[in-house]
């Protein structure tokens, strides 16, 4: 594996999951194989799950970790070629990455859309510049349209705790304060598509009108504007908020009643209850369900390690020795 | 041990000490101890000397160790049950706190106090919650009311550098321009009083009227408004300033010089000066003492490794393994 | 090797070369020499490359690292004695730096000039104190007048790079937005003229008027005004922009063009091109050459590495075991 961004990198997805599981039965196995290898992980923005879980899972494998914020340190970056650098941009981008690439094995970086020039987002003008010039291997920690370690974790948790073969998934949209991105839903619906594809689950997800997301991570879900419909038989709930890709970052004000409360919750299969945290308490999901016994909220935070655990070792295994 | 918070967290003081000391001579011989463990260190305050004597302690024991700089990263975090999450913070302390349980095997917390709301400081709701959302062991720090390293790492320095079985032992309030939270003359009193009740020190407290400690930690030890007289026949003068707890978090004008200088220090029983830095030269402390065979602040300083290196090491003996 | 902060430290230096280019060769040979031996790096201004580089170097001996980023954390040092502390600094550097002292084996200390007062920079005030009061061998990641590990680098760089015995080495002043310290500069001068003094290169610098260097860096180099001159027969060309040492920190509108480009690099032997990075590019150093065959830009970063491992290693056969 040289690049970790997308579903796409993964060929059969139950053959990662329990690949994962058994690096959780036994984390410190491969102490052997990451030594004398580094991880850089490069931060555009802040992190705490996935900073904490992707170093943890490098240091179990025996790497040595560096993190780079570069948000914190005023290191601004210039993405585009041609400009004269006169202003406030410190350093481009070619030169940035393949300087790191010199000092790593494997690079992670995250980097936020700006949810304003939604081209530049939706072609990852930034990761995909930044694996071009760095020349190393490049797991994403979140990218402008794609959280990959959280949608594989998402998979590993919902494998760890589903009751029937084929489970009812279901991502239900949730109010928040702020404009956020789509990465979540657009990766975790690729995810949830391909498995469904694979014959792992069935997937639907509802959300507003306004809020669909673009076709190119849905294809094959069954998507509804009516939260009750959609949570009928459903095995998994997954709770997220994002804004709209149409018209792009916008927020609309909805209608009807999309926080997500035990009441709701009888309308399903005794669903369990996902979200990739930070979770907005009494706004995106209620403290009734976070705080209950089909909050799967904590544990699926905990199974980031695995999935960064399971990616990390599949790039060292491929790295030429 | 399950928590590292307040004396009452150690029961025999000298055995901890020797221990302690013991480490200080072979720092490495617990390398195998803290393998394929992690030590997160939490920080919603600054840190210099704590984060780096706990860090190289546990990097000593062979612990991996993640810094959590959650102060410098804005992500605020909310305390209260029962609020709807439609304002600025960004996380709960209960999934914060759960989260960061899963990816270690011991945490750290430093927090400040608010120096407004004594009820919740000195209630430590902050703390309490942290390690019953986290559900591993938890070493403060520094709390809003206690610095139990720095406590623990001032009686190592006592026990190395005592001439008589039981010295007197002062605690002497110094001006600032700055209000400071009560937390280390609160534990250092706390420590002292009881190791004056194990036959260790005899304690006594100088301090201008209107400073006050609280009760709870001061029961024991003698209380004086005149530095003067608390300086006679001291052993070891241990300088601090601290804000009001009666008037909570104010500063008044004091009446007296309470600068600690050599003139004072002819006071005493050829006194050690002990103070856990940062330090204001010449407000708090002059600088012909800090400069002059009198002071113990650096190898002070430099003993905060062993003071966490015993407590990183008796939480990994009662880790399961 | 006690301290690492000029040229003057090291006396044969293709001997040094030699070993840097060795632990190219075989980086992990040496993980057993820094094993239970602490690195503390401390920042008290941003860095990239460097904080990677020698965070890198000193893990692949074996040690454990410890980033102390006291400009990010609003620790402000006093630096002067005899002052009463009663402003805005926390801590003094004599506290400051003997602390960390007891936490680490080796210091390494990045501190900028101040470009307003030349004396205290000139004289090397801060790093001389930290140096001082710190106890333990230190390795400058760039001073007020001086980046060593840079230098040897480039040196390394150099001679990897040469086709002949004696290459002819240009340091050529270009244009930027700021103004930037000398520190680059000067160090590459005396490290050159000291590689000229021992028959390794040939050493020009090429300047506008009113931007002489300190005659104390540059004794034995060829100093020109004309760029073109200067490049004739090169064989490496370093661009580095730095403002005025005589009118201190100040930049002056300048003459004619300072762009290196392609057709400037047509008047040279195909000299390679070096930058100690970050570049503006096309106001420094065109797209063209950045991107073309005879940059060297990146394996010169990369180089860091080797240079900060041979310094270290040093270092840490010269501790008492």
Known sequence: MDKFFSVADIDDL?????????????????????????????????????????????????????????????????????????????????????????????????????????????????????VKFCRVPVVSLESATRHPLQSLTDLITITEHKKVAKPKVVLAWAPHVKALPQAVPNSFSEWMCKAQEQGLVDYTI?????????????????????????????????????????????????????LMTNQKLGLTNDAKVMHCLPVRRDLELSSEILDGPNSLVIKEAGNRVWAAQVVLKRMLENLKK
Chains 1, 2, 3 share one sequence.
């Open 14 to 130: 139950d053959t990662v999951v329990q690949e994962a599981l058994s690096l959780k039965a036994n984390p410190y196995n491969w102490r052997e194989l990451g030594k004398n290898r580094t991880l850089g992980l490069v931060f555009l923005n802040p992190s705490l799950r996935t900073r904490l879980s992707t170093q943890k899972a490098a240091m179990s494998l025996g790497m040595d970790v560096m993190v780079i914020n570069m948000d914190k340190e005023g290191w601004a970056l210039e993405t585009q070629d041609g400009v004269i650098m006169n202003g406030t941009t410190v350093e481009h981008i070619r030169e940035a990455a393949a300087v790191m690439g010199e000092y790593c094995d494997i690079l992670g970086l995250r980097s936020f859309p700006s949810l304003k020039d939604k081209v530049a987002d939706y072609t990852e003008e930034l990761f995909n510049k930044f």
């Open 206 to 258: 509802a959300h507003p009108a306004g809020y669909e997301l673009s076709e190119e991570f849905t294809t094959g879900a069954d998507i509804v504007n009516d939260l009750d419909e959609a949570l009928e038989k459903a095995d998994f709930v997954y709770i997220k908020n994002w804004s709209s890709y149409k018209e792009y970052g916008q927020v609309y004000p909805v209608q009807g009643d999309w």
